[in-house]
């Protein structure tokens, strides 16, 4: 699976994807960005689904990493 994150530079710009479609992050990658721990990160994303914006389904999926351990992409 080809995906694509959005980073932040030094001066704090964002750099997103043209390709949305592609755009999947790790919570790892989630909780660098957004400078938050890991425990905030699934509080929001909890409230998030909570609050019916967006759903697991649409935003949510699996991926086996090089070493076989699965993570969670959003």
Known sequence: MKRTVITVDGNGELSIPSNLQDLWMSEGELVDMLHVT??????????????GLLTASEVQQKQETSNGIWQTLY
Request: hydrophobic content about 45%.
């Open 38 to 51: 890991a425990t905030k990160l699934h509080a929001m994303i909890r409230s998030i689904y909570k609050d």
